[in-house]
């Protein structure tokens, strides 16, 4: 009954007025790099951990919604940022729960009252279940496998640049 009530959850809109997917975690897409540190350590004081550079930012053990984020990576594309990674690592009897109140959320926020062709997508397979909404070029997917849960956040305008910038140089002669 649980799960027949969690799968009716996720994709039932609901009324009100929805919020715009221009960032998130109180980050603005096409932010640069630096701008980007700066926000983080200013809010958390925390730097990005080693191995991290002009195209991806990682932390570790951020606050992300409530729950703590085991790691964090921030993508960049032209140095302005376009995505990111969030991946949380709730306890094992948790997890689902967990994963049903950030769906909750980010329905609530971004999805009241939509019109269009935003979409939303729920697929559910053996061990996990991959949640999708899509609110303008932008895209919010909410992955849960195995436990772990995974927030991924694009902003498809720099995203599409990204892409097209890579099929050109493939395209390319030698």
């Not at 983080?40 to 951990?49: E, S």
Request: hydrophobic share 35%; glycine share 10%.
């Amino acid at each position: 009954m649980k799960k027949i009530l969690f799968a009716l959850m996720l994709t039932l809109p609901v009324a009100g007025f929805a919020q715009r997917l221009e960032g998130f975690w109180g980050l603005d897409f096409s932010s640069t790099n630096e701008k980007v540190q700066e926000m983080i350590k200013q809010r958390n004081g925390k730097t990005p951990i080693e191995g991290s550079g002009e195209t991806i930012l990682a932390y570790r053990n951020c606050d992300f919604g409530g729950n703590k984020a085991y790691l964090m990576q921030l993508y960049f594309f032209n140095n302005k940022l376009y995505g990111g990674d969030i991946t949380i690592t709730p306890a094992a009897n948790e997890a689902y729960e967990i994963y049903g109140q950030i769906v909750d959320e980010i329905s609530h926020k971004y999805q009241k009252d939509v019109k269009g062709s935003e979409q939303v997508i729920a697929v559910y397979e053996p061990g996990g279940v991959n949640w999708s909404f899509t609110n303008s070029m932008s895209e919010i997917s909410a992955t849960i496998e195995n436990g772990v849960i995974r927030i991924s956040y694009r902003d498809g305008y720099i995203s599409g640049q990204k892409t097209a910038a890579i099929e050109d140089y493939r395209n390319r002669d030698y």
